[in-house]
């Protein structure tokens, strides 16, 4: 299994339809389908599709049309994404329509195509699960943990400044976890 750890687009026409079509994180999904909106507010439709992992491990799987004849638009991205092997990341992808109408075998091409497009055109990285881990330190303690973050490219979800510690919110790869008790026990 694959995923993207950044946000990759590409344009896509056919018959003077234009699909401007996103690879982007599931963490990031809602951010950049409302900026969409917002930066195309003529576009005809901004049709989307996910695949992430809820906390049971089990692939929950999502897509819409936005108006477009149904199962011609969502389920042939979500039908790449599957093909590609792809989880907690999404497509979206923005259509202006061009005059011509596809016909319902031509939409279904023209999505699929542009969300190959978008895939052949990004870095996927094999995925790897990650958990949540919390844990509290005192304030004198808080440069050594920052310092070993940006040594090993871990990113805090969350940290909260109380009146004596920090408490640090993480999401980590089993690898990650292992460097990360390593690194507390050699404190």
């Not at 994180?25 to 989307?48: D, G, S």
Request: with cysteine; aromatic share 14%; charged share 25%.
């Amino acid at each position: 299994m694959f995923n993207t750890k950044e946000t990759f687009n590409t344009k896509y026409e056919i018959k003077k339809s234009v699909f401007i079509s996103y690879l982007t994180p599931y963490t990031n999904f809602k951010p950049l389908l409302k900026q969409l909106k917002e930066e195309h507010p003529k576009a005809t439709h901004i049709v989307w599709a996910y695949r992430t992992l809820n906390e049971f491990d089990q692939i929950v799987e999502n897509s819409t049309d936005d108006g477009e004849p149904k199962g011609c638009a969502g389920n042939p991205t979500i039908s790449v994404l599957r093909g590609e092997d792809i989880l907690e990341s999404a497509i979206i992808t923005v259509r202006y329509f061009g005059g011509t109408k596809l016909g319902v075998g031509g939409m279904i091409r023209a999505y699929s195509s542009s969300a190959k497009e978008v895939i052949s055109h990004s870095t996927l990285h094999k995925f790897e699960k990650k958990s949540i881990w919390e844990f509290t330190t005192p304030y004198h303690l808080v440069n050594r943990y920052e310092h070993f973050f940006k040594q090993n490219n871990i990113n805090f979800q969350d940290r909260e400044f109380g009146a004596t510690e920090v408490k640090w919110k993480l999401l980590l790869t089993k690898q990650e976890i292992e460097i990360f008790d390593n690194f507390e026990k050699n404190l």
